[in-house]
């Protein structure tokens, strides 16, 4: 199965970065990229492994909240790993 993820401005100075990773859940999709890029799972991932209130995945451009992690993905679908931004 191949899942192109597509991880957005906070890997390689902002740049995007498309990857074919396999799974059938958006969570072992983003266990194989974690796997790739080791550094990511501090920005992604709370010290009890849920997602960061911030970071939303979009899985063929569809919320997959609210759990993303568990959410069922096919082979050929597109996931988009992004980080929200506050201010004010």
């Given at each position: 199965?191949s899942?192109?993820?597509?991880?957005h401005?906070f890997?390689n100075?902002?740049?995007?970065?498309?990857?074919d990773?396999d799974g059938?859940?958006?969570?072992?999709?983003?266990k194989?990229?974690?796997?790739?890029y080791?550094?990511?799972e501090?920005?992604l991932f709370?010290?009890n492994?849920k997602?960061?209130?911030?970071v939303v995945i979009?899985?063929?451009?569809k919320?997959?909240?609210?759990?993303?992690?568990?959410?069922p993905?096919?082979d050929g679908d597109a996931?988009?790993?992004?980080i929200?931004?506050?201010?004010?």
């Open positions: 199965m899942i192109r993820a597509t991880l401005p890997l100075d902002g740049a995007e970065v498309q990857m990773v059938k859940t958006v969570g072992d999709c983003i194989a990229v974690v796997g790739q080791p550094h990511m501090k920005k709370d010290k492994g997602l960061k209130g911030f979009l899985v063929n451009g919320d997959a909240a609210p759990n993303e992690l568990a959410y993905v096919n996931l988009s790993v992004l929200m931004l506050s201010g004010g």
